[in-house]
């Protein structure tokens, strides 16, 4: 497929770029060659292929959910200014 220079400029005027009139033509002959190697793409045989969400066929590794430090909320709420029920209370700034 070989796109003229009223379609490059309207492409480029959708993706906001600017293209000097002087590198219309290069453009034109460069995107052309992307749209037919997507064309080439599509003419693959993709019938029998499976899809996928990942190329590797690996599970997701997680840690145990298991608690591995003690609480020290107290001790570290301690050097706090202002504590209530556990939260730091802290000046109000929006009114």
Do not use: C, W
Request: glycine share 2%; net charge negative.
């Amino acid at each position: 497929m070989s796109l003229d220079k009223e379609q490059v400029r309207h492409i480029a005027m959708l993706a906001r770029l600017h293209v000097a009139d002087e590198e219309i033509a290069d453009t034109a002959d460069k995107l052309s060659r992307i749209v037919d190697f997507v064309d080439q793409l599509a003419k693959a045989p993709t019938d029998d292929v499976v899809p996928m969400a990942h190329p590797l066929n690996a599970a997701q590794r997680l840690r145990a959910d298991v608690v591995t430090e003690t609480d020290e909320r107290e001790r570290i709420q301690s050097n706090a200014p202002a504590v209530k029920d556990g939260l730091y209370l802290v000046p109000r700034v929006i009114e």
